[in-house]
């Protein structure tokens, strides 16, 4: 997690633990118009999950006979729900598949408990394809925003 996004989140009463997670004390909750946490704002740290970066001009082709769904479904609107599976057909790994506008890249998001094995077995795949493979979890803020005026926030 990074430093910036670490002393945010201590700013605004989070509390940590050895498994990267974040929890925030309702007591200490703000009620000010000016606070971050105001009204019926809500916002959590996602920093539990990780996330692979796939790039290169075969990423989509590539990821496309690796993963349970349409790659070509994801837009910058869309993210998608995917599953990576061993040969018989058992789930590995379920991720939130998604992209942004600035570039073609495409972002596997799991926990990240599991994040090292699907990449090691991503990779095992990737022989002459142009795809690039990155864990990019700690390169990334991660933060889930929810409640009734979280779509104004955005």
């Known amino acids: 997690m990074s430093n910036n996004w670490f002393n945010f989140l201590s700013r605004n009463g989070a509390s940590f633990n050895s498994a990267r ?10 009620t000010t118009a000016h606070s971050l946490f105001a009204g019926d704002l809500y916002i959590t740290d996602l920093s539990w999950l990780g996330v692979i970066e796939v ?3 075969d990423s989509k082709t590539f990821l496309q006979g690796q993963l349970t769904n349409d790659i070509n479904a994801i837009t910058t609107e869309t ?7 061993s040969p018989k ?11 942004n506008s600035k570039s ?5 998001q799991l926990p990240y408990p599991l994040l090292e094995e699907t990449l090691k077995r991503l ?6 394809s142009k ?3 990155i864990d990019v979890s700690d390169s ?4 889930g925003i929810y409640g009734n005026i979280a779509e104004q926030h955005l």
Do not use: P
């Open 21 to 30: 997670e974040v929890s925030f004390s309702f007591a200490d909750r703000r």
């Open 55 to 57: 790039s290169g001009a």
């Open 79 to 85: 993210s998608q729900l995917s599953g990576l599976c």
């Open 89 to 99: 057909g058992r789930l590995k790994a379920l991720f939130s598949i998604f992209t």
């Open 104 to 108: 073609d890249k495409l972002y596997l």
């Open 123 to 128: 990779k095992m795949f990737v022989m002459m």
């Open 131 to 133: 795809v690039d493979l």
């Open 140 to 143: 990334l803020i991660k933060i």
